[in-house]
């Protein structure tokens, strides 16, 4: 179906396809050479989901594009994507022009499942910035693209929904240009405007595209554009040559190169990094989608054209090449928990050539793993297949003890591929089953939510009782809590996270403890004098013993501190741990019948509840260090959040041009939401990192406020 011809009498793209990215054809389908492994990434509403549909009708995988709001997309299949009208974790969407298979990766473009679009993006090959033609560039396309050079990810963005009411093609572009620099080159400019909008010109071919549905015809340039197709070609052309000393000075002699040269150059380019070409279309109407699907696979860049994996083995560090014929190695980038089928991990085949009942060690566990059976996924549909080699995409079920992340070795190796810095953390939430007892549901399907996606984190907090969610976003643990249920069927109900004060003391006091019971026979005796001491914050406990003369037998004395400590833990007048005391134990009594350690116990704790209370206790709250980056222009508007939640700003840095990180010392209790609330702030483009960092004194008028919560609460 892809129908775009050369009007220099060139062979049609669609029959060049199983061409490199150098122009050389392919001796094998399914060599590397033939590989285009593409990541879908932008805004969400961009349209992504609705061009993977395009791309795989355009080459004729699906007989029909299916439509995102009624949830039958081939990578939108999962319950809560369709109740959410959005992607929600990365899927597969091969297809093929000609003799080269595309694997195109669709990921999410809300903010909570950034993870997926990392995932992506670290076994990809090229990523498709893909750009609303009505909304523009958001936050979430500046983090793709920020990612992506990251990385070393060659781009090319594709300006979308061209048909739509007030799309603008021109804007876009002076966007792009303005955001991502010089290295913004279009190859395409659109025929007519949005309801009208029925073409593109290819500046490479000087020639017209227009469209009659999913049909094209090529044909001569419309005469109101042949002024401005002229001028932006000449650019384009000078800004591909000067990639080849021998073609620039040829263009210097006014030879112009040939298209096929031109597509060489361009795609050298790309794989360097210092070209990110511009096409446009609508993936709705399949305006240019034939002409996208064919210049992915003509001037993407192959996977034995990148740089090699840099592997980890102990201490020493190799590269290795896109090779079938060497050693296999393959990384799990996702993992998807399947109610039937089980636990599937998707693969990217770095070296080698793997077979079903391969056997590989796993790098982190040591152990070795079959891989029974090879799998192509096309959204949730699997198709057996017979190998997979180095550069291609595959999955695999019912591996026992692999994880996201895991390094599938040559048997007997450890050869380790880092896996790519996690999301941060930014929201975290108090889960608890709905019905008792089923807590053990709850635990066993947090865990396997956690196989699918290491963006969330599970945590038991004792001292609180509270499990604790942690994941980056609002939907995103909603998104988790509504899979508990399908999947596991496991109802949960969600609370704040409760805050872990401490309290302290700021005074010397003693007190006298003493613990006298009698009820027949033998009774219980004990009195303990002890006296308490703050120590410096972070200092946490200290126990001296000075009894003399035998006043507490020596067997005793550990019963008091004990005690103490008991009581220490149960908390003080607000009922929160007590920290940084020393506790000296001074004198006491003792009966050579009725005294225990059960009674010295007791008369520890009762001595130091009473000296707590003399001894001027303080609420401590924990104090996070946050660090938040930020883009330039709306540093002040964090720096004025972080003043009004009480924090103490310890200092600012440039990263890059136009991009702030602040360093803030900010209570906990302050930024238990600020997840939601810097995203509001930033329109998104704000992202932090927060980790505890001491203890502090809480005010005493936030202590009178937070004890008449409490009491109303009651």
Not at 417 to 422: L, S
Not at 549 to 559: D, H, L, T
Not at 677 to 701: C, I, K, Q, W
Request: glycine share 10%; proline share 6%; charged share 25%.
């Amino acid at each position: 179906m892809v129908t775009a011809v050369d009007t220099d009498g060139s062979e049609p793209l669609s029959e060049r396809a199983g061409q490199g990215p150098a122009g050389q054809k392919s001796s094998e389908s399914g060599l590397p050479a033939s590989i285009r492994n593409v990541a879908l990434v932008g805004q969400h509403g961009s349209g992504k989901t609705t061009l993977a549909e395009a791309l795989l009708f355009a080459t004729g995988a699906i007989v029909r594009p299916g439509k995102v709001d009624h949830g039958s997309t081939v990578s939108d299949f999962e319950p809560e994507e369709i109740k959410y009208h959005m992607s929600l974790s990365l899927a597969l969407a091969p297809c093929r022009v000609g003799d080269v298979k595309l694997n195109i990766i669709d990921t999410p473009g809300f903010a909570d499942f950034f993870g997926e679009v990392r995932a992506a993006c670290s076994v990809v090959d090229l990523v498709v910035l893909v750009v609303s033609a009505v909304e523009g560039i958001g936050a979430q396309t500046e983090n793709a693209w920020s990612l992506a050079a990251e990385l070393g990810i060659p781009r090319l963005v594709f300006v979308n929904k061209l048909d739509r009411e007030r799309a603008s093609f021109d804007r876009i572009l002076g966007e792009l240009v303005e955001r991502f620099g010089a290295g913004i080159a279009p190859l395409e400019l659109p025929v007519g405007g949005e309801s009208g909008f029925r073409g593109i010109v290819d500046l490479l071919t000087d020639t017209a595209i227009i469209y009659d549905g999913w049909k094209s015809q090529s044909g001569p340039i419309p005469d109101d554009l042949a002024a401005t197709e002229h001028e932006v070609r000449e650019q384009l052309v000078e800004g591909i040559v000067v990639g080849d000393d021998e073609l620039t000075e040829r263009y210097l002699d006014g030879d112009v190169p040939s298209i096929a040269e031109l597509e060489a150059t361009l795609a050298g380019g790309i794989a360097q990094g210092v070209v990110f070409p511009v096409v446009c279309g609508s993936a709705a109407t399949g305006v240019g989608i034939d002409r996208l699907a064919t210049l992915l696979a003509e001037i993407a860049p192959s996977p034995d054209s990148r740089p090699p994996v840099e592997v980890r083995s102990g201490d020493s560090v190799e590269e290795v090449a896109c090779d079938p014929a060497g050693r296999p190695l393959a990384r799990v980038f996702k993992t998807i928990s399947d109610p039937y089928v089980g636990k599937i991990s998707l693969l990217r085949v770095l070296s080698g050539t793997i077979r079903p009942d391969s056997v590989l060690t796993n790098a982190r566990t040591h152990g070795d793993e079959r891989l029974h059976v090879l799998e192509l996924l096309r959204g949730k549909d699997a198709q057996p297949t017979d190998e997979a080699r180095a550069g291609d995409i595959v999955a695999v079920p019912k591996l026992s003890d692999v994880a996201t992340g895991d390094t599938l070795a040559p048997k007997g190796t450890s050869l380790l591929v880092p896996p790519p810095t996690p999301e941060p953390l930014a929201l975290s939430v108090a889960i608890r089953p709905k019905s008792k007892g089923d807590e053990d549901k709850l635990m066993t399907g947090l865990h396997r939510l956690q196989e699918e996606d290491p963006a969330l984190v599970v945590e038991r907090v004792d001292e609180t009782h509270q499990t604790i969610l942690r994941g980056t976003g609002e939907t995103h643990l909603a998104v988790a809590a509504d899979r508990l249920a399908r999947k596991f069927g496991v109802e949960v109900i969600t609370e704040e996270v409760l805050v872990p004060y401490r309290e302290s003391i700021t005074a010397r006091a003693e007190a006298e403890g003493k613990y006298k019971k009698q009820s027949g026979g033998h009774g219980q005796y004990g009195v303990a004098s002890i006296c308490i001491e703050p120590l410096g914050r972070g200092e946490g406990f200290h126990f001296v013993d000075r009894v003399v003369g035998g006043s507490i037998p020596r067997q005793y004395i550990p019963a008091v501190e004990k005690g103490v400590i008991e009581a220490m833990e149960q908390g003080g007048p607000h009922g929160y741990p007590v920290v940084d005391v020393q506790v000296t134990c001074l004198d006491g009594k003792y009966h050579p019948v009725d005294s225990s350690e059960m009674s010295f116990k007791m008369a520890g704790s009762l001595a130091f509840r009473e000296a707590m209370a003399m001894a001027g206790p303080i609420l401590l709250e924990p104090v996070s260090l946050l660090e938040v980056t930020v883009p330039a222009n709306m540093q002040g508007n964090v720096l004025g959040d972080l003043n009004a939640r009480r924090g103490r700003v310890q200092g600012t840095d440039t990263l890059v041009a136009g991009v702030q990180k602040i360093t803030a010392l900010v209570p906990t209790a302050e930024i238990q939401r600020y997840a939601v609330d810097l995203r509001s702030l930033t329109g998104g483009r704000g992202r932090f990192r927060a980790e505890h960092d001491h203890y502090d004194v809480m005010p005493p008028n936030l202590v009178e406020r937070m004890v008449r919560a409490q009491a109303d609460q009651r």
